[in-house]
Nanobody, 127 residues
Framework: VQLVESGGGLVQPGGSLRLSCVVS????????MGWFRQGPGKERELVAA????????NYAHSVKGRVTISRDNAENTVYLQLSSLSPGDTAVYYC?????????????????????WGQGTQVTVSS
């Protein structure tokens, strides 16, 4: 299973970005997905997580109201829409996948819950 993120870049404060993560080698519908980020000198932290069907989602408190996670299982892709960005959002953003056993609509909040990881995409918020 391979995960490839895209959509990162340099954006001004207040701006928006849409990150994508394409899964190959397996059906994304077999996985709960998550987006994490790791800023300079910081630990990796959850941004948002979504169940295999998209029915359930969970957001970190720091991004709630500014971020939307979604998925298109037909396209084997999960998205992260970021808005009202601030310099504090500067980080490498990673997507991660965890097998959704028995099709439970669970969301997973810890990095250790996930089996597969992408290489990350850099988001830099600066004027």
């Amino acid at each position: 299973v391979q995960l490839v993120e895209s959509g990162g870049g340099l954006v001004q404060p207040g701006g928006s970005l849409r990150l994508s993560c394409v899964v190959s080698g397996s059906l994304i519908s077999d996985y709960a997905m998550g987006w994490f980020r790791q800023g300079p000198g910081k630990e990796r932290e959850l941004v948002a997580a979504i169940s295999w069907s998209g029915h359930n989602a969970n957001y970190a408190h720091s991004v709630k109201g500014r971020v939307t996670i979604s998925r298109d299982n037909a396209e084997n892709t999960v998205y992260l829409q970021l808005s009202s960005l601030s310099p504090g959002d500067t980080a490498v953003y990673y997507c991660a996948a965890r097998p959704a056993l028995n099709q439970h609509e669970s969301v997973w909040l810890w990095a250790s819950d996930y089996t597969y990881w992408g290489q990350g995409t850099q988001v830099t918020v600066s004027s």
